[in-house]
């Protein structure tokens, strides 16, 4: 009996210490990749405050000179207000139409057990691998006269959202109740009323997460602009770093200083969003 309650201590002992030394190599492998993914960060943050040349050559990490002027060059730029304005228009306002639409057809395809609910969000999650094409994309805003609009870039980034903010929201409304609607039903409550005053409510904890990964998608994008928007002065944030950088002149600590100060919106609103963000990501996708 005492031979078998050792050699038990002896397993359990042997397991934790097989425990501790994988929790140990699993630390040492994140702090790994933590330091492979900062240190770029931490090149940016360091180079804003350096001088041209220095900032040119990459020889050395820590500047030699703290040369706190960038940022007061930066901002100093003629056409960085109109900038900013085209920046929270576009953004703003395409994620206000995308969680909108997302949240009503979500609520139709969620609610509703027919064909035309679940070839409709077959359609949507089709979205999710198709890439966008360009070339189509252009002929067709030129056909509309979108094409150079803010409004005509608006529409595009919202098509784009919407397949995974309709995956996200259709997960977490299948996760409500349908007691819920039935009760509501029965104190009078239309159809509209029902996804205004109780399901909408209830859908913060995804808002939140599809409005912070919509912002960090079109607040950093330069693709979309560049393709879609040929005056500058309707060109976002992004855009501007084109400023700095010439044929023959490449100003490069300005250019970390301008995304530092171009990227601060959306580090401060991942921070103070941040529970929302996780469990509403986790409750659509495990819901869904």
């Not at 405050?49 to 900032?55: H, L, N, V």
């Not at 859908?203 to 950093?220: E, F, H, K, Y």
């Not at 250019?255 to 990227?263: H, K, T």
Request: charged share 10%; with cysteine.
């Amino acid at each position: 009996m005492t031979t078998r309650t050792s050699s038990g201590a002896a397993r359990n002992g042997l397991a934790k210490l097989a425990k501790g030394k994988g929790k140990l190599l699993l630390e040492i492998v994140l702090t790994v990749a933590a330091f492979f993914y900062f240190f770029p960060v931490l090149m940016m943050i360091l180079g804003s405050f350096k001088s041209s040349m220095e900032a040119a050559s990459f020889n050395k990490l820590w500047p030699e000179v703290w040369e706190f002027g960038n940022f007061r060059q930066v901002l100093s730029g003629d056409r960085i207000l109109q900038s900013l304005k085209n920046s929270v228009c576009i953004s703003f306002l395409s994620i206000f139409l995308t969680i909108m639409l997302a949240a009503i057809a979500s609520f139709v395809m969620a609610r509703r057990k027919s064909g035309f609910s679940a070839g409709a969000y077959f359609l949507f999650i089709a979205g999710l691998v198709a890439p966008l094409m360009y070339i189509p994309t252009i002929k067709t805003l030129q056909f509309l006269n979108l094409m150079n609009t803010l409004t005509g870039l608006i529409l595009v980034v919202v098509a784009t959202n919407l397949p995974f903010a309709v995956f996200l929201f259709t997960g977490f409304i299948k996760g409500i109740p349908r007691e819920l609607d039935e009760s509501a039903f029965v104190d009078g409550f239309g159809t509209t009323r029902i996804f205004l005053h109780i399901i909408l409510p209830l859908l913060t904890p995804v808002i939140t997460t599809q409005a912070i990964l919509s912002l960090v998608g079109v607040w950093n994008d330069l693709s979309m602009p560049l393709f879609f928007l040929n005056d500058s002065s309707k060109w976002t944030l992004p855009m501007l770093v084109y400023n700095f950088i010439s044929q023959y002149v490449r100003n490069w600590n300005l250019v970390y200083a301008f995304l530092i100060m171009v990227s601060l919106p959306v580090v401060a609103l991942f921070i103070f969003g941040q529970k929302h963000f996780v469990s509403g990501l986790m409750s659509g996708a495990v819901k869904g």
